[in-house]
Structure formats: structure tokens, C-alpha cells
């Protein structure tokens, strides 16, 4: 790439640039140009003139069109006789009221006016000095106006003034400045006003307002590929096709500042190197993109935020979810950001889809909050897929196959863009994306890559087999092999096999090892910024406080749950909310062991306060088991009927999930309601309680479900005994035994087992006594062969029960056999 040896100014346009050197670079807005110099002739003979506004955001090129006009005026023989250009600085802060307007007219005056009439300028100055220090005087502002007014006479000139940022203008001064302004404008035809304004501000479409069709109102809409090609020749030296233009255009979004500040590093061919002069970039100019953001409102720069974060054209559900807000707000923000030129919407109706007009912004995001090189580097392909030729492609392929070997970012990236590469139809396209694809391919193949690949591989079959021992056994082989060079191995891949090894220890229950897999992650990554490594680690001190649990250390737990909390807890991203409510869950109930009850509860109230409004399926559940936890620590204290509210909490948030966690912490909330009812002697509401376990999840094929429905139909029977229901609470015994008696599961054959005996028992008190022998010879024909001693106790009970009923009955010789 030829860099131009043109003078550009990307944030001060025609600053210390000859007028020449200004018409040179003014390759773009030719359009707006003409109309704009229209209207100035059409000024130099009327009695009225007409005043114009330019409107557009920043760096769409506002004050160069109007550098560009004072050129022309400066230059051009007919207009330079009639017309003075009269610049202001860019930002107009000492501007508090219409004296000052008039003192800072009066500034510039003089020294445009200088290269036309050197005594005049010193006389002007002089002036300015004067009227500067009579600040206090009423009459100051008229006073200003004369001297500007004479000087116009004096010249034998019409006055134009170039205001920048009038709506900023506005914000700051008195009440009256507007329409002392027009009175002045409107009655003054020496003076004309060419002002800008980065929006319509609200004034302009007031009739009761001054500035009310005060203007000719110009919009700046963005660069088209014509324009963005002919810029990119001023500013690179590079000639370049339209077809090669466009990446650049949609990363710009036709933002003309953009454009030049791209221009600065789109001359290195290696991915390393772009991704370097991006950083620099992003860092040289991160005041302009802050500002870009800060001009918006917060609830818009929430919206557009959520746009650019989520980079590639998104609906308006997701984009309301990204952003945490209601879908009809969100609707309702994105038609201004439209309206602002922020946001470009592709597609109709329901299909519509939204993206960042300025793509630029979403790589400054994504470096400055998430560091997500990743999508910036499939970004980056986007851009060489079609920027660059296929020669240039095959003469960068080793290097970048080379790069690609060693950073798991820009392997990450490249497959991004892959999968999310354009249907294209021209041949030159699929030449490129071909090459870039065969790039990928051959770093895939290095022997390194294929051995992290193989090693995830084995390590998930391992998983899927429950051979914990052996994916310990992997680990350690992959470690000590030749291809594991631990200088190289890359940070992700380490920290990949101490999570896969924290994890191994925890389900062999080795939380010893678990304790030392952890500690060797903080050692070696405890400083680290690198997102990947970060959502490693979180689950990892998780793992660390569980296993502190286990081992009885509770006060240590604590503090590890607490060092979660410190480092994620003010995370945004769901991954980190997720491992920080895991966090504060686990904390509650450590403190809770430790009698600390109160604490727990605050610790529960903490993941309600902070995620019960969130609809991430994670943090639903970590919420509903801190309400869950927070109503059994309520139990402890004996505040059954706090509770209960809790637990009747649990089921109006989440009674209607069809999450199967959700429905699992839902089902064992009802069965303790109704456990605690029975404490509260509420025993009518506790069947009530029970049938509504069973109507909801009776017909669950899931075995956690199912366990619930059992338990509720055994504790039922229970209550219905105490009620004094003995027909009734057979009933129920014979429906669990007809749901669950096929079952295989031990703990649902205890269940059968438990009532089976308590059908007996109540047989019994009916005086049934044959039904009673034969439910007792049931219990002993289903489980008297099973190995479980939780079973062999109840068949024992059956035995003893039967040969009581035997001898009651008068079958003693039965009873003794």
C-alpha cells in the first residue's frame, strides 16, 4: 500500500492547510458543496438571507464541507468580492449569551480579515480588547454588533459565519440568546449563518422556539462506495475498485473520520500485525469513540451498546436481550438510533435486522470490554477476503498458517469467520474464502493443534464413560508426552487440564486433589485479564469451596466462596453471574452448617436482589435454590410461617417453568411446604400441598420428578392416617405402588417397600388382618432377595408383622414356619 503524502486531518479538518490544499483533499460532498455555495450566491443580492444547517453526527464530515466552503470563498474571484468567511473554532465554549456570541464573532473577524485588510485586523483586535473587559456593561452586546456590523461595511463583505456544534451552543447559553440571534439574522442582511449540529435538536421543529425554520436544514448521510473509494485514494495513495472498497465501507460505515483513521494501519498483510495497529489505533483514539457513545442518551447508548456487542445483525428480541430491557422499549430505541444514523436496519416487517452503522465501534468495544480478539480477527477476515487479491492471499497463506499454529485466538477467529462466511456468487470471492479455508485447514493439521484436539477428544469420551480415573490417566499422559511441549503449550490449553483434572478429582471424590488442582490455578493465572482463562477459573474456586465442604472446613469455604465473589461478582457477562450466584449459594449454606443463620439468609437475599429479575435459564436456577436453602435456614430458626412465604415464593416465580431444574427445586419446595404444614398442624393443607406435587409432576417421565411425586403420595398416606382418613390413605399407598412398584431405582424400591408396610400397619388397625398377612407377604416376594440393607430392614419388619398377624389369627403353625 502507497501512503499519500497529503497532510490529513482527521480530527481538524483544514487546520494549518493552505485553502489549495483543502480543495485538493475535498474529494467527497460535492452535492451538498453546490447547494450550499447556491445558496450563498443567491445571498450576495437578497435584502434576506437564507441560513443554512448542516446536520450529522461526528466525523461524517461537517467541518470539512464547511473548511472546503471557506476556500471557496477564498479562492473563487466573484465570491471572495462579496462574501468573507468568518470561522469559529469547532467548540464555542466561552459562548454564554449573545455578547459573548457577538466578542467571539468579533475574534474571528479580525483575524480573517487580516490577509484583506491588515489595519482593519489590529483596529478589530484592539476593539475585541476593549469591549472584552466591559463585560459588565448592558449595552455590551450592541456595542459588539456595531463593531462587527462596521467592519462588514468596511470591507465591502458580507459576513459568514461557520458555527460549529450549535446545539451545544444552545444547551449552555440564557434564555434569550436564540431570539436575539434571529432578530439580528433576520434583520441584518450583511450577516448570513452556515452552522452545524451533530442532531435535529428539539428547537428546530418547535414553532414557539427561535431557531423554527430559522434554517435550511442539509443532512450528511454516510459515504456511498463511490465516495469511500475516492477518500481512500486521498488518504492511502492507493487506488482501489469498488468491489475492494466495500469491506472498508461497512467497517466504517461511510464515517469520512473513520475512513482516514482506518486508512493509518490497512497497510499490514499479517494478522498479527493488523490486530497490533488495531489496538494502537483503538488506543490513539479511544476520547473520539468515548465520545461517540457519551453523546447518546443512557437509555440509548444501553440499546446501541447491546447492538455493537453483539456485532453481527441481530433481531430486536436480541438485541433486548443482550441489553436487559423491555422488547417494546427496545423497538422504541432503535428507531432513533436509525433516525440518529447509529444503527442501520436490513430487511422488513418481521424479519428485520439490526446492525452498528459504523462496524469500527464494535471492534473498540470488544477490545476495550471483553477483549474479544477472536471476533475482531474473523472481522479481519471479512476484510482481506475481500481487500485483498488471490495473489496477495497465497503470498500471505505461510505466514499466516504460521500465526494461525500458534495463537488459539486467530484459529478461533478464522473458523468464526468460516462459518459465518457471505453466500457470494463472483468467482474472486470463493477464490478467497477457498484459500482462507485451505489456511485454516493446514494450521489445523500442525501437530501441536491436533494433539490438543485428540486430548479433548479422549477427555470427553472418558467423561461420557464416567472413567474419572482414566481422564487423570490422559491428563498426565498428554503432559509427559513429546508432543506437550509445556513451553509452548498455550495458557488456554493448561488451564484446560487442570479444569478437566479439578473435575476428575471432585467425582472421585479426591477432594484433596481437588484442593491442589485449584491452587495451581490460581498460581500460575491469578493476575491473568484473558477472558478464556477467566471462565476457567471461575468454576474452578467454585469446585475449591465444594470441596473445602466436603472436607468439614467450613470457615475456609467460606473464604473461597467469598474470593468468587470479589473476582467475578461484578462481572456483566451471564458466564460469571452464573459461577457468582453458584458462589453465594454455596456460602449461605456453609454458614448455615455453621449455625451462622442469619448470615446465610443474607447471603441467599444477596443472589435474590441481584438476579431474581435475570431470564438466563443459570441464574433462574440459582435463584430458586437460594430461595429454596433461605426457607429451609427459616425452618432451622422455627420461623415456619416465614418459611412457608418463602417457599410459596419459590412456587409463583417458577411454578410454571418447563426447565426440568426449575421443576425439580419446585417439586421438593412443595413437599417441604407440606412437611412444614404437618409441623404447623395444618395437616388438610398439607394433603393439599401433596396433591398438588402429584398434579404437577405426576406425569414426568424424569426420575428426580418421579422420586418428589413418590415421596408426596408416601407422606399423604401419612397425614391422611393422622386425619383419621385409614381408607383413604390406602388409596394413596395403592397408587404409589401401582406408579412405582416396576421401578428399579433403590430409592424409589425403599419407598415401595416403606408403603407397603405402612398399608400393612393400617390394615391392621382396620382389622383386616388376612389383607394385612398377604401386603406383608408383598413386601417379602418383591425385595427379600435385594442386597440393599435399607430394604432388608423392612423386609424383616414384614416377616415380624406377619407372624404377629399369624398367631393373632390362630395359624400358629404358620407363624413358627
Not at 490577509?115 to 448592558?138: F, I, M, N, S, Y
Not at 482463562?533 to 467454585?542: E, G, H, N, S, T
Not at 432388608?792 to 407372624?803: D, E, I, L, T, Y
Request: charged share 25%; proline share 2%; net charge negative.
Amino acid at each position: 500500500m502507497n501512503k499519500s503524502d497529503q497532510r490529513i486531518r482527521k480530527f481538524n479538518p483544514g487546520t494549518f492547510l493552505s485553502d489549495e490544499e483543502v480543495i485538493d483533499q475535498f474529494v467527497v460532498r460535492k452535492c451538498e458543496l453546490d447547494i450550499m455555495l447556491e445558496v450563498l450566491r443567491g445571498n450576495i443580492d437578497s435584502p434576506s438571507c437564507q441560513h443554512v444547517l448542516v446536520v450529522a453526527p461526528r466525523g461524517r464530515g461537517k467541518t470539512m464541507l464547511l473548511a472546503r466552503i471557506a476556500a471557496e470563498l477564498n479562492t473563487d474571484d466573484g465570491l471572495s468580492e462579496c462574501l468573507l468567511p468568518v470561522r469559529f473554532m469547532e467548540e464555542s465554549h466561552e459562548v454564554l449569551n449573545i455578547a459573548d456570541f457577538w466578542l467571539e464573532t468579533l475574534f474571528h473577524l479580525a483575524r480573517e480579515s487580516a490577509r484583506h485588510d491588515p489595519v482593519l485586523a489590529q483596529e478589530l483586535r484592539e476593539t475585541h480588547a476593549d469591549l472584552r473587559d466591559r463585560w459588565r456593561e448592558k449595552e455590551l452586546a450592541d456595542r459588539v454588533l456595531a463593531a462587527v456590523l462596521d467592519a462588514s461595511d468596511r470591507l465591502g463583505k458580507k459576513l459568514v459565519l461557520m458555527v460549529e456544534n450549535l446545539q451545544s451552543i444552545g444547551e449552555n447559553v440564557d434564555d434569550d440568546f436564540g431570539w436575539q440571534l434571529r432578530g439580528t439574522l433576520q434583520s441584518e442582511p450583511q450577516i448570513m449563518l452556515l452552522a452545524t449540529a451533530t442532531s435535529r435538536f428539539k428547537g428546530l421543529d418547535d414553532a414557539e422556539q427561535p431557531f423554527f425554520e430559522q434554517f435550511r436544514i442539509l443532512d450528511l448521510e454516510p459515504l456511498n462506495t463511490e465516495e469511500c473509494r475516492r477518500l481512500w485514494q486521498v488518504v492511502t495513495g492507493d487506488e482501489v475498485s469498488d468491489h475492494g472498497i466495500r469491506p472498508l465501507e461497512i467497517l466504517t460505515g461511510g464515517s469520512p473520520r473513520l475512513l482516514v483513521i482506518v486508512g493509518e494501519f490497512a497497510q499490514h498483510r499479517s494478522l498479527s500485525q493488523l490486530m497490533e495497529e488495531l489496538v494502537t489505533l483503538i488506543d490513539d483514539h479511544t476520547e473520539y469513540f468515548r465520545s461517540h457513545l457519551e453523546v447518546l442518551a443512557s437509555v440509548e447508548r444501553r440499546v446501541y451498546l447491546a447492538v455493537i456487542d453483539l456485532w453481527q445483525p441481530s433481531n430486536a428480541g436480541e438485541i433486548a436481550a443482550r441489553a436487559r430491557k423491555d422488547i417494546r422499549t427496545v423497538s422504541t430505541l432503535l428507531r432513533r438510533l436509525v433516525n440518529r444514523g447509529a444503527v442501520i436496519v436490513e430487511g422488513t416487517g418481521r424479519k428485520r435486522l439490526y446492525v452498528a452503522a459504523e462496524r469500527l465501534y464494535s471492534i473498540y468495544y470488544k477490545l476495550r470490554r471483553e477483549r474479544d480478539e477472536a471476533a475482531v480477527v474473523a472481522n479481519l477476515i471479512y476484510f482481506m477476503a475481500v481487500f485483498y487479491s488471490e495473489t496477495e492471499l497465497a503470498e500471505m497463506s505461510d505466514e499466516l498458517i504460521a500465526e494461525a499454529a500458534e495463537s488459539k485466538v486467530i484459529r478461533e477467529g478464522i473458523q468464526r469467520a468460516l462459518a459465518r462466511r457471505p453466500q457470494v456468487e463472483d468467482f474472486s470471492s470463493r477464490i478467497a474464502w477457498s484459500a482462507i479455508e485451505d489456511i485454516s485447514d493446514k494450521a489445523t493439521s500442525n501437530a501441536q493443534f491436533a494433539a490438543e484436539l485428540c486430548l479433548e477428544k479422549e477427555i470427553e469420551a472418558a467423561f461420557e464413560e464416567e472413567a474419572f480415573e482414566r481422564v487423570i490417566e490422559i491428563v498426565d499422559s498428554f503432559v509427559a508426552s513429546e508432543d506437550a511441549d509445556s513451553s509452548l503449550m498455550p495458557e488456554s490449553l493448561i488451564a484446560y487440564i487442570l479444569h478437566m483434572r479439578a473435575i476428575a478429582y471432585e467425582k472421585l471424590e479426591n477432594f484433596q486433589g481437588v484442593l491442589t488442582v485449584c491452587d495451581e490455578m490460581v498460581e500460575r493465572f491469578s493476575d491473568t485479564r484473558d477472558i478464556a482463562l477467566l471462565a476457567r477459573m471461575a468454576p474452578i474456586l467454585v469446585q475449591r469451596a465444594i470441596a473445602l465442604i466436603k472436607l468439614g472446613d467450613f470457615q475456609a469455604a467460606i473464604a473461597a466462596y467469598d474470593e468468587v465473589i470479589e473476582r467475578f461478582g461484578d462481572f456483566d457477562e451471564l458466564l460469571f453471574q452464573r459461577w457468582g450466584a453458584a458462589a453465594l449459594t454455596g456460602k449461605g449454606s456453609a454458614q448455615g452448617k455453621l449455625g451462622e443463620y442469619t448470615a446465610a439468609i443474607a447471603a441467599y437475599d444477596e443472589v435474590i436482589a441481584r438476579f431474581g429479575d435475570s431470564d438466563a435459564f443459570n441464574l433462574q436456577i440459582s435463584v430458586a435454590w437460594a430461595l429454596y436453602e433461605k426457607g429451609d435456614v427459616q425452618v432451622q430458626l422455627s420461623e415456619f410461617v416465614a418459611a412457608v412465604a418463602t417457599y410459596d415464593e419459590v412456587i409463583a416465580r417458577f411454578g410454571d417453568s418447563n426447565l426440568p431444574d426449575l421443576q425439580e427445586c419446585v417439586a421438593w419446595t412443595l413437599c417441604k411446604k407440606g412437611d412444614i404444614q404437618i409441623q404447623l398442624d395444618k395437616l388438610t393443607s398439607a394433603v393439599v400441598t401433596y396433591d398438588e406435587v402429584i398434579a404437577r409432576f405426576g406425569d414426568s417421565n424424569l426420575s428426580s420428578l418421579q422420586e418428589r411425586v413418590a415421596w408426596a403420595l408416601y407422606d399423604k398416606g401419612d397425614v391422611q392416617v393422622q386425619l383419621g382418613g385409614l381408607t383413604a390413605a390406602i388409596t394413596t399407598y395403592d397408587e404409589a405402588i401401582t406408579r412405582f412398584g416396576d421401578s428399579d431405582a433403590p430409592n424409589l424400591q425403599f419407598l415401595v417397600a416403606s408403603v407397603l408396610s405402612n398399608k400393612g400397619d393400617i390394615q391392621i388397625q382396620l382389622d383386616k388382618l388376612t389383607s394385612a398377612v398377604v401386603t406383608y407377604d408383598e413386601v417379602i416376594a418383591r425385595f427379600s432377595d435385594s442386597d440393599l440393607p435399607s430394604l432388608q430392614v423392612r423386609v424383616a419388619w414384614a416377616f415380624s408383622q406377619k407372624g404377629n398377624m399369624q398367631v393373632q389369627l390362630g395359624e400358629l403353625a404358620l407363624a413358627v414356619a
